[in-house]
């Protein structure tokens, strides 16, 4: 069986680009793929995080893994944290990684842009998440579009530890969806929807309320114009509400099209409104019951223990082949 990994950061609420963009897929894949999913603790410290909202956030994301539709039993759910092997391998990568690679990640670049000081983690961070792909061999990796240079580093990396110390790691693919690989912001078609951003009319939380939900796609910004035609260049607004509608409905662009010609924008929001909330409301409702059943830590733990199997294989596999001592 080959291998899915991709991880979620606990800095912020959730929103619905994460679950078009990762999320969603992730329960798609862990039918044909030893899977597993990761809160990434270790990712979100590289910028501050107040340490009561750090653990809330951690156990939020955790339970909205299993509360989208990740099964337990089938995937492994676990805090990046808990398996000891991403932070070793992941400074043994940051060895083999160039200044000059970290320096043209656009995230990082985003991210810094503008702050007097940099956290030395924040330059850092690929290289840490190519050691979460890595540390499984993972063949796959589901990721909105934002990722996709993180994981080319993750490709490079593979491909030099290789050369130099003997074929060893797999190359990993992304697994970036066609329509929602980038969801971008209700309230500005040029930004990608992100739970960092100070407006929250921006992104729609997946524990939202449905009136929340409502009111925020209906002050959605449109184009000017008046019908709803999938054009990203031409009508950038109306076509992320509509890669939304069909992310959530399972309709295909052409279909949502046929579906409003002729209708104004008004009808088509309300319309989208009510199949978000028919998306959120019931994942919110196993959200809740997730949180009250007093599960989540158990989970977590065998999630972390059986990752930490092949983890640490993989670990032990680098240090012998770079030519550290193991003990005896
Ligand atoms: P993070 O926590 O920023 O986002 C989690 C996932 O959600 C996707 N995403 C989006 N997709 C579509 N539209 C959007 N507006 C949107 N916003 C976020 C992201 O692409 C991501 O897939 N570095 C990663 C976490 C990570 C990781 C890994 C991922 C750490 N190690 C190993 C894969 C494999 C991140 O910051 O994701």
Redesign the pocket.
């Known amino acids: 069986m080959k291998t899915v990994?991709?991880?979620?950061?606990?800095?912020g609420k959730?929103?619905?680009?994460?679950?078009?963009?990762?999320?969603k897929n992730f329960v798609k894949l862990q039918n044909d793929y030893a899977c597993n999913f990761?809160v990434?603790d270790l990712?979100?410290i590289t910028v501050a995080q107040d340490p009561k909202a750090l653990r809330e956030q951690s156990e939020a994301v955790a339970a909205l893994f299993i509360a989208a539709g990740i099964d337990p039993g089938k995937a492994n759910v676990y805090m990046?944290s808990h398996v000891p092997p991403h932070a070793e391998l992941g400074w043994i990568l940051t060895t083999l990684t160039s200044m000059g690679e970290l320096e043209r990640m656009t995230?990082f670049k985003d991210k810094a842009a503008g702050k007097e000081s940099v956290g030395a983690g924040l330059f850092v961070?690929?290289s840490?998440?190519?050691a979460?792909?890595l540390v499984y061999n993972?063949d796959l990796?589901?990721?909105?579009?934002?990722?996709k240079q993180?994981?080319e580093l993750?490709r490079d990396l593979a491909s030099r530890f290789n050369h130099r110390f003997g074929e060893y790691f797999t190359s990993p693919d992304p697994y970036?969806?066609e329509v929602?690989?980038?969801?971008?912001?209700l309230d500005d078609a040029s930004k990608?929807?992100?739970?960092s951003n100070p407006n929250p009319g921006s992104?729609i939380a997946l524990l939202d309320t449905p009136d929340e939900i409502r009111k925020k796609i209906s002050r959605a910004t449109t184009d000017s114009g008046k019908e709803v035609r999938y054009d990203p260049a031409e009508k950038p607004e109306i076509s992320n509400l509509m890669s939304i509608y069909s992310e959530c409905s399972g309709k295909s662009l052409a279909e949502i099209q046929n579906e409003y010609e002729g209708q104004m924008y008004g009808g088509f929001k309300k319309d989208l409104a009510e199949v978000a909330v028919s998306v959120l409301e019931p994942l919110q409702k196993r959200y809740y019951e997730i949180r009250e059943s007093g599960q989540l830590y158990d989970i977590l733990a065998k999630g972390a223990d059986r990752a930490m199997e092949t983890a640490s294989r993989t670990l032990n596999d680098v240090k012998e082949r770079m030519g550290f001592l193991l003990p005896r």
Request: hydrophobic share 45%; aromatic share 6%; no cysteine.
């Open positions: 990994l991709s991880g979620i950061q606990p800095s959730l929103t619905l680009g994460n679950y078009i963009g990762a999320m990761m990434v990712h979100a990046q995230q961070y690929p840490l998440m190519a979460d792909i993972a990796v589901p990721v909105g579009e934002d990722q993180h994981l993750a970036i969806p929602g690989a980038r969801i971008m912001s990608k929807m992100s739970k992104y």
